[in-house]
């Protein structure tokens, strides 16, 4: 079992859908991550969480919006996605990102296909 | 947005005989890190290394580092067919933990 949970596992949604990812870890790490990973690639960033703001927007068109409500929560909106974006959606979260040296926790990833 | 190569890109094996893949990266580092994913699963940390140490062991993984040429090696001793799976290189760079990994190896370790 991971210790950062993604919901839901799959989803598949139409280009005109409007759907929310979430992802939640209660380890009390104050930096959160999004990736975006496509089959028998490496993870690609999309974005970084440092103390519920956001840090890092890796040039991630629009149509993905993230949210931090709290430092347990990360939130990835999804409207109008384009069928290439079908992927697995991996979120982390590492202690604090002013330091060097520290693992990421992944959890499994919301498998995402748009029709 | 990728940083690091890796080779070679799959690796099938027999149980109990060791994998090696490399990890060829394009920048200066904090730390070079190591993580195993399994098919549909997230990706699992294995080990970290400085950018000021040169070899890191844990259990049945040596990892080592040369700045010099921006390559790091992995090597799983005794390998078991629980090993088979994908592992990535990660490279972590600039200030603030912010991570690019590698292109993979896919390992297959053969009961």
Known sequence: DTEVTQTPKHLVMGMTNKKSLKCEQHMGHRAMYWYKQKAKKPPEL??????????????VPSRFSPECPNS?????????????????????S??????????QHFGDGTRLSIL | ?????????????????NATMNCSYKTSINNLQWYR????????????????????????????L?????????LITAS????????????????????????GTSLTVIP
């Open chain 2, 37 to 64: 994913q399994n098919s549909g699963r997230g990706l699992v940390h294995l080990i970290l290394i400085r950018s000021n140490e040169r070899e890191k062991h844990s259990g049945r993984l040596r990892v080592t």
């Open chain 1, 72 to 92: 347990s929560l990360l939130n990835l909106h999804l409207h109008a996605l384009q069928p290439e974006d079908s992927a697995l959606y991996l979120c982390a």
């Open chain 2, 1 to 17: 947005s990728q940083q690091g190569e890796e080779d070679p890109q799959a690796l099938s094996i027999q149980e109990g005989e």
């Open chain 1, 46 to 59: 999309m974005f970084v969480y440092s103390y519920e703001k956001l840090s890092i927007n890796e040039s």
């Open chain 2, 80 to 103: 078991r067919a629980a090993d088979t799976a994908s592992y990535f290189c990660a490279t972590d760079v600039g200030t603030g933990n912010q991570f690019y990994f590698g292109t």
């Open chain 1, 94 to 103: 590492s202690q604090d990102r002013r330091y060097s040296n520290q693992p």
């Open chain 2, 66 to 74: 040369d700045t010099s040429k921006k390559s790091s090696s992995l």
